[in-house]
């Protein structure tokens, strides 16, 4: 099981970055997945997750970046997407893309809840 995340850079604020994370040996739309960042000095958090219904999928945005940043996950490319639009500099940080464990259909907002977890990462966002 591996979670390979890009698509980091330096952005001005007020750009768009869009991150990607291709997980293999598993499916990706069977597992509760989400992307943390953590910037220096901080803690880990939660930026965005989704849950493994196709119909009715779930979605969890932390305030922040409601309105900004876009969670998406393309099953048939077993990849999960961030697209994020106007960058502030509060945004700059390591992302990192995860997973939870089989049969787990929720959401986490804690990284304890987490098993599968991709390499990050940088998004630095200045002027």
């Known amino acids: 099981v591996q979670l390979q995340a890009s698509g980091g850079g330096s952005v001005q604020p007020g750009g768009s970055l869009r991150l990607s994370c291709v997980a293999s040996?598993?499916?990706?739309?069977?597992?509760?997945v989400a992307w943390f960042r953590q910037a220096p000095g901080k803690e880990r958090e939660a930026v965005s997750c989704?849950?493994?219904?196709?119909?009715?999928?779930?979605?969890y945005y932390t305030e922040s970046v409601k309105g900004r940043f876009t969670l998406s996950r393309d099953n048939a490319k077993n990849t999960l997407y961030l697209q994020m639009n106007n960058l502030e500099p509060e945004d700059t940080a390591v992302y990192y893309c995860a997973g939870r464990g089989p049969s787990i259909t929720v959401i986490s907002r804690s990284t304890r809840g987490y098993t599968y977890w991709g390499q990050g990462t940088l998004v630095t966002v200045s002027s």
């Open positions: 040996g598993f499916t990706l739309g069977d597992y509760a």
């Open positions: 989704i849950d493994t219904s196709d119909e009715t999928p779930y979605y």
